[in-house]
């Protein structure tokens, strides 16, 4: 069974750091490209960062450029987002995600989400 798993959320001052993890079981995220999202309150989901599956393309959203990071460890089957320098705006939970196209139809793969809240 596919499961994408996050965790590392928390809640941190501003300027504080935090690194978030996907990980992946039923599958081999080394394979896929993968996205992470986030969604406040209020506000509709929105892609934060992304990493091909070959790792030579990387992505962010403007209001994140320059403080995150996303990265990937095959052996531990799981991608990272790195969040430094994190402002009270970046409150959201985060997602991960992993879709694609096999054989005509579209597989499209969620976790649950982990609470990040920044705040003093």
């Known amino acids: 069974q596919v499961q994408l798993v996050e965790s590392g959320g928390g809640l941190v001052q501003p300027g504080g750091s935090l690194r978030l993890s996907c990980a992946a079981s039923?599958?081999?995220?080394?394979?896929?490209?993968v996205g992470w999202f986030r969604q406040a309150p209020g506000k509709e989901r929105e892609g934060v960062s992304c990493?091909?599956?070959?790792?030579?393309?990387?992505y962010y959203a403007d209001s994140v450029k320059g403080r995150f990071t996303i990265f990937r460890d095959n052996a531990k089957n799981t991608v990272y987002l790195q969040m430094n320098s994190l402002k009270p705006e970046d409150t959201a939970v985060y997602y991960c995600?992993?879709?694609?196209?096999?054989?005509?139809?579209?597989?499209?793969?969620w976790g649950q989400g982990t609470q990040v809240t920044v705040s003093s």
């Open positions: 995600n992993v879709n694609y196209w096999r054989g005509g139809i579209k597989y499209n793969y």
């Open positions: 039923g599958f081999t995220l080394g394979r896929y490209a």
């Open positions: 990493i091909s599956f070959t790792d030579d393309d990387t």
